[in-house]
């Protein structure tokens, strides 16, 4: 890869060394290597089907970055940059794992029983060779006695284990010193871990599902509870051994929720069917054990005081902490660094999200749509505060939301309740006898379509989308909004075929 920034455009103006280039090559490697035995008996009052196998995986990769600032016009080699920087990432993780599963079918093909284990180790464990254990269990069960109307009813419970493997905090890595004008290495702040091991999940549900009224009404509920363990942190330790922290396996994070579907097929005649789709999910968590002080996560660049995540033993790990408050104001009214109050003052996970789709066929011509709500949590619209500093300085606004924010109130936080077309289209199944005239060879079907996606947004959040996360699919802090692209809305004009 390779940027050109000539030293010639806006945003270089404000470097003391404009112009930079920006030039990456790598290697990266992923080798997989896997094998599975099956075997299956069946007889008379059961079906039992027996399963082994292992895998292997392999990821090396090695990037080296060069940057060069202070570029003249026209130089496109970075060698030739008034100051250049080199990085260089390497990467290797080995791992090996096998596991064994047998499935039980018996009463009628009613009962479903099945049990497994994974035995798992990596190079990025403490213990290279350790094998770690990841058993599962489940069973379902279809009941032979069914009530009026009900088709078929099955209750169903699963239990299992999974492993997260540790990306860092094995090894205490070394940094470059400069002493004197020369060059050398020195052992990083960061203690290694020697023992560090894969941070565990283990995971509970149960539930059910019902089909009735020949089909037209199917029904399923579950609901779960998540217990993370040993979760890879950073703790204090004494100053006399020579580092500030370290790497230890900790904590626990416990996650409850519900999800809850609904088909239904209200109308369903010669030349006319209706079927509509609802689901519903819930989800709630605590850090249910902590053995370091509450502390920020450092997601992003961010200050506390706009609002950021924040690791608290007895909250929710999605909770946001921002500055709400102030103890005194100043006489121009503005509140000072030592006089600002830190709250929590919501939480990025939504109460519940819902969708809605529909389908309505009408002889060969088809409509679908597709619907999302998503009812509370919050997002930190950090995009309204560049904006106050910059284009709305000198409106009436800008002018609000600055003065309330230098007061000590948290102005960005806003509610992301949203409800949003997602998708709307319609479909056209094109006769057979015209299909014959506008194809040629063996055209078994065809159709047109004319459809949009993300068509219309109901919110009160004043960003242009309340579905960001200006640091992408990340653990923490999905919540901070920091001058996104808009949304893109979508128009599509399609032929289907099959041949």
């Not at 094998?131 to 009026?148: D, E, G, M, N």
């Not at 519903?280 to 249910?288: D, E, L």
């Not at 505060?385 to 709305?392: A, K, R």
């Not at 159709?447 to 919110?459: A, Q, Y």
């Amino acid at each position: 890869a390779k940027i050109i920034s000539p030293a010639t455009i806006y945003i270089e103006q404000a470097s003391g060394t404009p112009g930079t280039l920006y030039t990456s090559s790598g290697t990266v490697v992923n080798a997989n290597l896997g094998g599975t035995l099956s075997h299956r008996l069946i007889t008379n009052p059961f079906t039992a089907t027996t399963s082994a196998g292992f895998g292997q995986n392999r990821r090396q990769s090695d990037v080296v970055a060069n940057t060069g600032r202070g570029v003249f016009p026209g130089v496109t080699n970075v060698s030739l940059a008034t100051q250049t920087f080199i990085n260089e990432s390497q990467v290797l993780i080995k791992s090996f794992s096998y596991f064994a599963q047998e499935e039980f079918l018996t009463l009628n093909e009613r009962l479903l029983l099945t049990a497994g284990v994974t035995n798992e180790r990596t190079s990025n464990n403490g213990d290279a060779r350790k094998f770690y254990s990841y058993p599962k269990y489940s069973a379902s069960y279809r009941l032979p006695w069914l009530p009026s109307q009900v088709n078929e009813l099955k209750f169903r419970a699963a239990y299992g284990k999974a492993g997260n493997q540790p990306l860092s905090g094995k090894f205490t890595f070394l940094t470059t010193l400069f002493d004197e004008g020369t060059s050398g290495l020195r052992a990083s702040t960061v203690k290694g871990f020697p023992g560090i091991k894969p941070e565990t999940a283990t995971e509970t549900e149960g539930g059910f599902d019902i089909t009735a009224f020949n089909g037209r009404v199917s029904f399923n509920a579950t609901a779960y509870k998540k217990i993370i363990d040993d979760l890879l942190l950073q703790a204090s330790i004494a100053p006399s051994t020579g580092f500030s922290t370290q790497f230890i396996n900790g904590g626990q994070i416990t996650n409850h929720g519900q999800e809850l579907g609904l088909i239904v097929t209200p109308i369903q005649r010669s030349g006319f069917e209706w079927v509509s789709n609802t689901t519903y999910a819930r989800q709630r968590g605590k850090v249910t054990e902590l053995p370091v002080p509450a502390f920020n996560p450092g997601v992003g660049s961010f200050s506390t005081r706009y609002g950021n995540a924040f690791i608290k033993k007895g909250e929710s790990p999605s909770v946001i902490q921002a500055v709400n408050g102030c103890l005194a104001l100043s006489a121009t009214g503005t509140c000072s660094s030592a006089n600002r109050i830190t709250k929590f003052v919501g939480d990025g996970n939504p109460d519940f999200t819902m969708g809605f789709s529909n389908d309505f066929t009408f002889g060969p011509l088809r409509l679908t749509s597709l619907m999302d709500w998503r009812k509370g949590g919050k997002v930190i619209n950090l995009t309204n505060n560049y904006f106050d500093q910059g284009l709305l300085a000198d409106t009436a606004v800008g002018n609000k939301r600055g003065a309330d924010f230098a007061a000590g109130k948290a102005v960005y936080a806003e509610q992301a309740t949203f409800l949003k077309i997602r998708e709307i289209g319609v479909s056209y199944e094109i006769p057979a006898g015209l299909r014959e005239r506008l194809f040629t060879g063996k055209v078994s079907n065809a159709s047109i379509e004319i459809s949009g996606r993300n068509l219309k947004t109901w919110t009160p959040y004043t960003g242009l989308d309340p579905e960001v996360s200006n640091f992408s699919n990340q653990p923490l802090g999905r919540f901070q909004d920091v001058t996104p692209y808009p949304p893109s809305r979508t128009f599509y004009f399609s032929v289907h075929t099959t041949f």
